[in-house]
């Protein structure tokens, strides 16, 4: 279940390049041994150092601007309402406990997701076979909120796991 991990939280406050770029920077240096973890025992993890590219996109052929950004195995995407996290780890990472990285990379998604926000809003989805695809074309395209994203998850993939070991057989976590 899934080729990649989305993590969907609530956009509270716009961000410049910079900001990001020093956000991200921040979170990457004080996790540094959850990395060198992930890049040790993680399957696509390699060469972590903690630089980002980020790029803003202006609204062209009738797409919206936003912001977007990779460093080492994850990626960032700042719409109008929501961010998006990625990280190109499995899915099943996250509860296949022996695989002995789910703890630390559970870790780098909630602390980067806490650099972004101040609510305790997170949504974790499997990525790749089209459980999150729909929600990030809303996000991006439609300017859909959080409760819109979260709405048509359930709608999508039914009730959210509660917490990580619930994810062996659902799709997705959320905490509100």
């Not at 992930?38 to 996109?57: A, D, K, P, Q, R």
């Not at 997701?113 to 101040?118: D, I």
Request: aromatic share 10%.
């Amino acid at each position: 279940m899934g080729t990649h991990i989305d993590c969907i939280i609530p956009k509270e406050k716009e961000y410049s390049v910079e900001e990001i770029k020093q956000k991200l920077k921040s979170t990457f240096d004080r996790l540094k041994s959850e990395l060198l973890h992930l890049e040790e025992y993680g399957t696509f993890t390699e060469n972590v150092n903690g630089n980002w590219w980020i790029s803003h996109i202006p609204s062209e052929n009738g797409n919206p601007e936003y912001i977007t950004g990779e460093g080492d195995s994850f990626s960032i995407d700042i719409y109008k309402k929501v961010i998006h996290i990625g990280c190109i780890e499995r899915f099943s990472s996250l509860y296949l406990f022996d695989k002995n990285i789910s703890t630390e990379l559970f870790k780098i998604l909630t602390e980067l997701s806490n650099e972004f926000r101040t609510s305790e809003k997170i949504l974790i989805g499997a990525g790749g076979f089209g459980e999150t695809d729909h929600i990030i074309d809303m996000a991006y395209i439609e300017n859909a909120d959080f409760e819109q994203v979260c709405k048509k998850m359930t709608k999508l993939n039914g009730i959210p796991a509660q917490n990580l070991a619930e994810l062996n057989e659902k799709s997705w976590y959320l905490k509100e």
